[in-house]
């Protein structure tokens, strides 16, 4: 049964580092078929993608064209996890987050819920 | 980026009865290297992640009840609930991976008549 476990602080002030950890059990991020996601909800945006990583070989990243300059998703395959790091987060970066397994998105995280305030 | 669009935004259906939900993809989201239209559908309870229904556009996850279908092709596709129990009140979303950026449907709110 896979798990994803996440981590990381829910309260930031604009221009801080947003940084959050996903811990998987049951798979490998290493595997070879399958990705690894990151998705944030809010009111606003409704569930939007930020990106992506896999490995086919070697290590891939895709994102989205929105966080593209500010966004960075790596794998630590030493500890099975992978992590996103959002830079320069303002009000507008408040959302749950969440780690998904896929796609299909068939295996997600418990969500976290990222406050950007002064 | 491929623009998913739901309908209706709500819905209300007695117990019992039949639930349909649309979703339109602003292009064709059937991939002919796999035969294979990249659409899913989930389900999201309030302080809930979503929970992966319907994938391949018809294939229902392991343990998701058969009241759930899944029908359509290339751009317009549909999620019925057949004999709507009251633990299916919930959001529904759809969702392409066809491309990246992936992109999900604005969601439709389903209640109890």
């Known amino acids: 049964q896979v798990q994803l476990r996440q981590s990381g602080p829910g309260l930031l002030k604009p221009s801080q580092t947003l940084s959050l950890t996903c811990a998987i059990s049951?798979?490998?991020?290493?595997?070879?078929?399958?990705?690894w996601n990151w998705i944030r909800q809010s009111p606003s945006r409704g569930l939007e993608w930020l990106g992506r990583t896999y490995y086919r070989s070697k290590w891939f990243n895709d994102y989205a064209v929105s966080v593209k300059s500010r966004i960075t998703i790596n794998p630590d395959t030493s500890k099975n996890q992978f992590s996103l790091q959002l830079n320069s987060v303002t009000p507008e970066d408040t959302a749950v987050y969440y780690c998904?397994?896929?796609?299909?998105?068939?295996?997600w995280g418990q969500g976290t819920l990222v406050t950007v305030s002064s | 980026d491929i623009v998913m669009t739901q309908s209706p935004d709500s819905l209300a259906v007695s117990l019992g009865e039949r639930a349909t939900i649309n979703c339109k993809s602003s292009q064709n989201i059937f991939y002919s290297f796999n035969n294979k239209n990249h659409l899913s559908w989930y389900q999201q309870k309030p302080g809930q992640p979503p929970k992966l229904l319907i994938y391949?556009?018809?294939t229902r996850e392991s343990g998701v009840p058969d009241r759930f279908s899944g029908s359509g092709s290339e751009t317009d596709f549909t999620l019925t609930i057949n004999s709507l129990q009251a633990e299916d009140v919930a959001v529904y979303y759809c969702?392409?991976?066809?491309?990246?950026?992936?992109?999900f449907g604005q969601g439709t709110k389903l209640q109890i008549k």
């Open positions: 049951g798979d490998s991020v290493s595997s070879d078929s399958v990705a």
């Open positions: 969702q392409q991976y066809y491309g990246i950026p992936y992109t």
């Open positions: 998904v397994r896929g796609a299909p998105l068939d295996y």
């Open positions: 391949w556009a018809s």
